[in-house]
């Protein structure tokens, strides 16, 4: 009975904070601003929303993700009646008191993220689900105009080389774009489509390729990315357009690299302590490099590879860890931290 007390008591918590934060999320639609009037209701009710917060603990990720979301609603109407009410809340203390409870917050948000164990499925779901670019209309209509672009890269087939051609004419390919230069939208889409198709074709002989020197390459490829960002300033790229499409670029190059990482870890493709060391490291970059951007602008069937591979992550990195020589148990602890860190970048 005492155990039906406590489940009853913590769900009619975790609705009643639902609740509030969606009221004030109507009322701030409303407005367009804030729904306070004055800075002391709105550090007044900051401090009320930690307090109710601090009695949380042991949330599922999509009640994790749900109250993350109304926290950051919240935020933005406080700080926007801050910002309005700047003169009196710098001289009434108001701006230093919501601070200090924002940064308590998100202390808190990270004891509840770790108050049970995450798996790396749970740090797909909180990158698509815990954005500030969730809601975003125009990003998406943006990124979903861009997606038969990156859905017609699949049926342009990879070169069929040896590993140390492809590398060469990789090489040749970046030193090519970089004479060139990339200077309006038809360029930039050539470049991300055969750059996409020496890619994949690298892929093709991962296993024999994961320890080779790519520094040279790795170069030549921020500076073709760099020399997109700066058409955006000579007014030939837009800026909207460099960002989504660079994005879902990388987006699609952390997605198959990780999928080729598993794909040879199945096939037994990887043999030696030097292999297994570099897989894993491409295997955890689709979790280190996916921002709030990248995720909202993930596709339906991105996202689904993106839990395919989360799925089976600490499995396939078991095996790698098999091969060094040492034992997985830092990596369950692994989810835990990249939530955090995702926790104290919004």
Request: hydrophobic share 40%; net charge negative; charged share 25%.
């Amino acid at each position: 009975m005492e155990s039906y007390f406590r489940v009853y008591d913590f769900i009619a918590k975790y609705f009643a904070i639902s609740f509030v934060a969606i009221m004030l999320s109507s009322c701030a639609n409303k407005t367009g601003n804030s729904m306070f009037q004055t800075s002391e209701n709105a550090t007044n009710a900051y401090r009320c929303y930690l307090s109710e917060i601090r009695t949380l603990d042991d949330l599922t990720s999509e009640q994790f993700a749900d109250v993350v979301n109304e926290w950051l609603t919240l935020r933005d109407s406080v700080f926007n009646c801050l910002a309005r009410d700047s003169v009196v809340s710098i001289h009434s203390g108001h701006m230093g008191i919501v601070q200090e409870v924002n940064d308590s917050l998100r202390k808190e948000f990270v004891r509840i993220s770790m108050s049970r164990q995450r798996t790396f499925s749970d740090v797909v779901y909180l990158h698509k689900e815990v954005s500030q670019h969730k809601y975003d209309q125009s990003l998406a209509k943006s990124s979903s105009m861009a997606e038969p672009f990156f859905e017609s890269l699949d049926s342009v087939s990879p070169c069929h080389m040896k590993p140390q051609e492809i590398i060469a004419a990789y090489h040749s390919f970046l030193d090519k774009m970089l004479e060139r230069g990339i200077n309006n939208n038809g360029e930039l889409l050539s470049f991300i489509k055969e750059e996409d198709r020496m890619f994949r074709s690298y892929l093709i002989h991962l296993s024999e390729l994961a320890n080779a020197d790519l520094s040279t390459i790795t170069q030549l490829t921020e500076k073709c990315c760099l020399s997109v960002f700066q058409a955006t300033e000579n007014g030939t790229i837009s800026y909207d357009d460099a960002l989504i499409y660079m994005a879902k670029r990388t987006n699609r190059r952390v997605i198959i690299n990780a999928e080729a990482c598993i794909r040879d870890v199945q096939k037994e493709l990887v043999r030696t302590g030097e292999q297994a060391r570099a897989y894993v490291w491409m295997l955890l970059q689709p979790y280190i490099t996916l921002d709030t951007l990248g995720a909202a602008v993930l596709s339906e069937a991105e996202y689904a590879k993106l839990g395919y591979i989360a799925g089976h992550t600490l499995q396939v990195i078991d095996k790698l860890n098999g091969i060094i020589g040492i034992d997985s148990d830092q990596y369950k602890e692994l989810p835990a931290l990249l939530i955090k860190i995702l926790l104290t970048s919004i």
